[in-house]
Nanobody
Framework: QVQLVESGGGLVQAGGSLRLSCAAS????????MGWFRQAPGKEREFVAA????????YYADSVKGRFTISRDNAKNTVYLQMNSLNPEDTAIYYC????????????????WGQGTQVTVSS
């Protein structure tokens, strides 16, 4: 059984930074791409960032490009999301997910999801 556990969320002021972590177990982590998605109240879940199994390719939503950085440590079975220059529009529950699919920006590509971690950015 695959388990994904996110951590690192919290309350931060606008302009601040947070680093989210997602620890994976139950599958060969290094063989799978990983993604981060977020869902704000009353909105659909949206793509944030993704990284290929090797870490060689990364993908970002336009809204976070230049502010967020996704990375992974296959030795630790962990993927990270460094979030800088946060603004209130980034407030959401952030989910990590794993897939062997190809379209890493599409939520339906992913087959396992974490429980989410809340990020709240105050103005």
């Amino acid at each position: 059984q695959v388990q994904l556990v996110e951590s690192g969320g919290g309350l931060v002021q606008a302009g601040g930074s947070l680093r989210l972590s997602c620890a994976a177990s139950g599958r060969t982590f290094s063989s799978y791409a990983m993604g981060w998605f977020r869902q704000a109240p009353g909105k659909e879940r949206e793509f944030v960032a993704a990284i290929s199994w090797s870490g060689a390719r990364t993908y970002y939503a336009d809204s976070v490009k230049g502010r967020f950085t996704i990375s992974r440590d296959n030795a630790k079975n962990t993927v990270y999301l460094q979030m800088n220059s946060l603004n209130p529009e980034d407030t959401a529950i952030y989910y990590c997910a794993t897939t062997r699919g190809l379209d890493l920006t599409y939520a339906r590509t992913y087959d396992y999801w974490g429980q989410g971690t809340q990020v709240t950015v105050s103005s």
